[in-house]
């Protein structure tokens, strides 16, 4: 029975994982109107199924880690109460961020979840240095090394395209506009209404205007190429998504020996694909729309900065949060553009320092709830 509660639990993380998680790599397609919200969760939700998938042949150091390995004995490694209340604790946590619409990370909630229970199970036993070391370090470093080289990135980005000759533009509309005009008839017995045309320039708000690129790349158009690139950046990201979040939460299924793990990771990837094609809507219009606004080689730009650091730690079993690293990127583009909204990202940073202790509250109570009723 406890083992079925457990494979139901990691199923409700990767669930919530996937509504809170995997739109924030399509987020720039969105935000600068390359895609419409359909077409960009549907790229979303095959990327981040075939990170899923890649991650069982190359993501076992984060499987390891993520099973609590190294943290507290490996006798409660081995106990189905301490993975079902990591799992569930997580869950939560991720599950009221998504309601309110907080882009926050799973990998904070699993690290505040592993540090509640295993607190209440083994005490003084826990090993605090490599919570430090392998969890927390890589945590906090990384959503500030992902806005600094995203702010490099872009501005060494934003010279070679002057360089090349590429120039923006912002298409305005010119047309006829038809007037209505109101005809007091001589007996004032009715009134009639006709319409005329009238010559008319508008240039509307700035939510509404679309910047492209002019100019040719290798005899391609420059707005073309950097479509398609975006396009796969954003691909890239949410595949490199797929591949580090997968086996944090398989990790919690190591237990079930009598499972094999590839088929704790299809089902992993199942139930994340599943949850962010139902309920990614509110976080991924925040991460899109509220940061800050962007065109199509801005959010080029934060993807391809997201997608490398991503990749990298998950290939180094380095547990970085795909949404801390994401939010850093579009921030620091917005810091160059000085678009970004601070107040967004005075709550989103509340919401992170909030991740962690509540993750822990929440672990510790089920923890003491499975272990004592």
């Not at 106990?79 to 939560?92: M, T, W, Y």
């Not at 700035?206 to 690129?213: A, F, L, N, R, V």
Request: glycine residues 8%; positive net charge.
């Amino acid at each position: 029975m406890l083992l079925i509660l457990l494979f139901a639990a990691a199923c409700f993380l990767a669930y919530t994982n996937g509504a809170n998680d995997n739109f924030k790599g399509v987020a720039t397609l969105f935000g600068s109107g390359t895609l419409n919200y359909k077409k960009a969760i549907t790229w979303a939700t095959v990327t981040t199924f075939a990170g899923s998938v890649a991650a069982i042949f190359l993501a076992g150091i984060l499987v390891k880690n993520f099973s609590g390995k190294g943290l507290v004995p490996d006798s409660l490694i081995q106990s189905p109460e301490f993975a079902i209340s990591i799992a569930i604790g997580a869950a939560l946590t991720v599950f009221i961020a998504t309601k309110i619409g907080m882009p926050i990370s799973t990998t904070h909630s699993l690290v505040g979840a592993l540090f509640g229970s295993g607190i209440v199970a083994v005490g003084a036993s826990f090993n605090f240095a490599k919570l430090g070391s392998a969890f927390l370090m890589p945590l906090i470093v990384s959503p500030l090394m992902a806005a600094v080289v995203s702010f490099i990135a872009y501005l060494i980005f934003r010279e070679l395209r002057i360089m090349l000759g590429v120039t923006k533009q912002t298409c305005i509309c010119i047309g006829e506009e038809r007037i209505p005009v109101i005809m007091d008839s001589a007996t004032h017995e009715f009134i009639a209404i006709d319409s005329k045309k009238q010559p008319r320039v508008k240039i509307s708000d700035t939510s509404k205007c679309e910047e492209t690129y002019r100019g040719n790349f290798a005899g391609i158009n420059s707005q073309k190429l950097l479509d398609i690139a975006h396009y796969i950046s954003a691909g890239v990201v949410s595949f490199a998504r797929g591949l580090n979040d997968t086996p944090k939460i398989v990790g919690l299924l190591l237990v079930i020996n009598a499972m094999d793990i590839k088929w704790g990771m299809i089902a992993v990837a199942m139930a994340m694909a599943l949850g962010g094609l139902l309920n990614a809507r509110k976080v991924g219009i925040l991460m899109s729309k509220k940061i800050t606004p962007m065109n199509s080689g801005q959010g080029f730009t934060a993807n391809l900065v997201t997608g490398l650091l991503v990749t990298t730690a998950s290939v180094n079993g380095l547990p970085v949060s795909t949404t801390h690293v994401s939010v850093g990127s579009i921030f620091g583009i917005g810091t160059v553009t000085k678009k970004a909204d601070l107040t967004v990202i005075r709550n989103i940073l509340l919401s992170w320092l909030l991740t962690l202790p509540i993750a822990a509250c929440c672990s510790a109570v089920v923890y003491w709830l499975v272990t004592t009723v």
